[in-house]
């Protein structure tokens, strides 16, 4: 009973690791996706700042060169993110099926379980009757 019980715990915990692991995966992807906005701003700011000055005007293809090579990069980190998130999808709904799997027929275990436990009740009752009545009828 103890070996189901902690076979049990253990899939349900599969299940909780692999949900906290794709909000993990989320709240990482939403940070991909501030950057890249900040990323965004600094690349208005900086133009604006360009047409103000001349050495401004000079960095400004440097810096939108090193900002296009951090956004390529965010990129690729998103879409290494991505898939990993697709793998921890796939695993998750193999992981709540197993778990479905086996409640139900830990389910089904306990309700055979009990009914044979009620045949027997049953059964001990048909032979206490029994036994009654043929002490009832043999002492006559």
Do not use: W, Y
Request: glycine share 2%; hydrophobic share 35%.
């Amino acid at each position: 009973m103890k070996s189901r019980e902690s076979l049990l715990r253990l899939k349900r915990f599969r299940v909780e690791e692999l949900k906290r692991r794709l909000a993990t995966l989320d709240e990482i992807r939403a940070d991909l996706d501030s950057k890249l906005a900040d990323l965004d701003s600094l690349v208005a700011r900086e133009r604006h700042r360009a047409s103000e000055g001349e050495i401004g005007r000079l960095a400004l293809p440097t810096l939108l060169r090193s900002i296009e090579l951090r956004r390529t990069n965010i990129q690729n980190t998103k879409e290494g993110l991505e898939r990993e998130r697709g793998v921890h999808e796939r695993d998750l709904a193999v992981a709540c099926e197993d778990l479905q799997n086996f409640e139900l027929s830990e389910e089904q275990r306990q309700r055979r379980a009990a009914d044979a436990q009620a045949r027997s009740a049953q059964s001990r009752r048909e032979e206490l009757t029994m036994l009654r009545h043929l002490r009832k009828h043999a002492v006559r």
